[in-house]
């Protein structure tokens, strides 16, 4: 192993930067050279590209976002882009590549891999913890974080005003963050993607409320079936007109700012493993923590998880917001 590829890919996460160093910093202890593409596959179908140095990574580990920048590449999904891809690693003699990036940039890499014969490993980062194969992704942790800080904030002004806030966090797919940050923040109820009938159970739990309640929190998860937060809070003033409600959307928010300790670590340790995991010739593979184990999962199985949540920390929930 003398030379290994590096992008971040997809949807940019808090502690990208921190493993992007990891890898760096652990591929120089083992005199190997490292290039970063700009953009994720597009700086890769473009050879937009950048020596990386322990120097060009200096001073990140603290900071949100990702120096190599990030992209959703539309003519990486042809086959001339993804030849342009291939035809770029192999000018470079690269004998690995990292690719930091989530349930997209995984597939991605793996078809692009059936046209060379590169190692490559992924580093999961995506701020909705919604692959097989890790306890938390790369984001999760400052993701979550970021939107009990937001509740914290808004819960101020709904008991300040006897208000109901419906707020709405990311999770297309996945209500991952719905759920932990709902728990955290004490929210009085979730809507997400993972279950059904959950707006039934919402205008029944008004029943249930206490009425010295000053204020009451609505996470939803954008992929909610009903709308968003817009559709239940336009639909909650229809059937809830004595209560004064009022909708926040977060947004993308969530996916900036510093990473948090946990997300640091976890991030480094991502980035180191892909590196010896390359030497060790493992391909096709992501780096995953599970229970505080270091774990690889083929591409193939490192897909989104979209099934129900543990019902545990549903019961949890609903028995916290009495």
Not at 157 to 163: F, V
Not at 231 to 251: A, H, Q, T
Request: aromatic fraction near 6%; include cysteine; charge should be negative.
């Amino acid at each position: 192993m003398k030379k290994i590829g590096l992008i971040t890919s997809g949807g940019d996460a808090p502690g990208m930067n921190a493993c992007i160093r990891a890898v760096v910093r652990t591929a120089f202890v083992e005199n190997i050279e490292v290039v970063g593409f700009y953009r994720g596959y597009e700086g890769v179908i473009d050879n937009d590209f950048v020596e990386l140095s322990t120097d060009k990574v200096s001073n990140i580990i603290h900071r949100g976002g990702t120096i190599l920048k990030t992209a959703r590449s539309k003519r990486f999904m042809t086959a001339e882009g993804m030849q342009q891809a291939v035809s770029t690693l192999q000018k470079h003699q690269l004998d690995g590549f990292v690719v930091i990036g989530g349930d997209g940039s995984f597939r991605g890499a793996y078809e692009l891999s059936k046209l060379h014969s590169i190692k490559t490993i992924g580093c999961p980062g995506t701020i909705d913890n919604d692959l097989i194969g890790t306890d938390f992704t790369i984001g999760y942790d400052t993701a979550i974080n970021t939107v009990v800080e937001a509740v914290d904030k808004i819960r101020d002004t709904a008991e300040s005003h006897d208000r109901i806030f419906v707020v709405e966090v990311m999770g297309r797919d996945a209500g991952l963050i719905a759920l932990r940050s709902a728990i955290a923040c004490g929210a009085e109820a979730i809507l997400i993607p993972e279950r059904d009938g959950d707006l039934e159970k919402l205008l029944e739990k008004k029943k249930t409320w206490r009425l010295t309640k000053k204020s009451r929190i609505i996470i939803v998860a954008e992929g909610d079936e009903n709308g968003g937060a817009i559709g239940i809070g336009n639909l909650l003033k229809k059937e809830w007109p004595e209560f004064d409600i009022r909708i926040s959307i977060l947004g993308h928010i969530q996916r900036g700012g510093n990473p948090t300790c946990m997300e640091r670590v976890n991030a480094s340790l991502m980035g180191y493993y892909a590196v010896k995991a390359l030497q060790n010739n493992h391909t096709n593979e992501m780096i995953g923590i599970v229970n505080k184990q270091v774990c690889y999962t083929p591409f193939q199985n490192a897909i989104k998880h979209i099934d129900e949540l543990n019902p545990e920390m549903l019961t949890i929930l609903d028995i916290l917001s009495v």
